[in-house]
C-alpha cells in the first residue's frame, strides 16, 4: 500500500508563486511514475504535470512554462513549483502515483488564486 500526502497549498494572488510536495510511503517510490492532477469545483480531475520513474516529464498545455514538476527519490517526495499563477488555476491539487499499473492519490490540497 501506497501513501501520498501532499503540503503547500494555499492563498495566492495572481502573477504569484507556490510550490506543491507530496511525501510517499513505502520503498518503492522510485519505480513509480508520478504526478499531479487538479479539480475546480463542477469540473473533472485533469492532469497537470507528470513525470516518469526515469524522470521524464510532460505537462498541460495550460501549464507549461509556468509549472515544474521535480522528484527527489532520496525523500520520496514528489514537487510542483507554480509561477506566473492564474485565477484558472485554483483547484484542489491531488498526488498521484502509478506503480505497476496501480493508481493512488492523496487527500489533496486546496489552491486558490486570488486578488
Known amino acids: 500500500q501506497v501513501q501520498l500526502v501532499e503540503s503547500g497549498g494555499g492563498l495566492v494572488q495572481p502573477g504569484g508563486s507556490l510550490s506543491l510536495s507530496c511525501a510517499a510511503s513505502?520503498?518503492?517510490?522510485?519505480?513509480?511514475?508520478m504526478g499531479w492532477y487538479r479539480q475546480a469545483p463542477g469540473k473533472q480531475r485533469d492532469m497537470v504535470a507528470i513525470?516518469?520513474?526515469?524522470?521524464?516529464?510532460n505537462y498541460a498545455d495550460s501549464v507549461k512554462g509556468r509549472f515544474t514538476i521535480s522528484r527527489d527519490n532520496a525523500r520520496n517526495t514528489v514537487y510542483l513549483r507554480m509561477n506566473s499563477l492564474k485565477p484558472e488555476d485554483t483547484a484542489v491539487y491531488y498526488c498521484?502515483?502509478?506503480?505497476?499499473?496501480?493508481?493512488?492519490w492523496g487527500q489533496g490540497t486546496q489552491v486558490t488564486v486570488s486578488s
Open positions: 498521484y502515483a502509478q506503480i505497476s499499473l496501480l493508481n493512488y
Open positions: 513505502g520503498s518503492i517510490f522510485r519505480a513509480a511514475d
Open positions: 513525470i516518469t520513474s526515469k524522470s521524464s516529464t
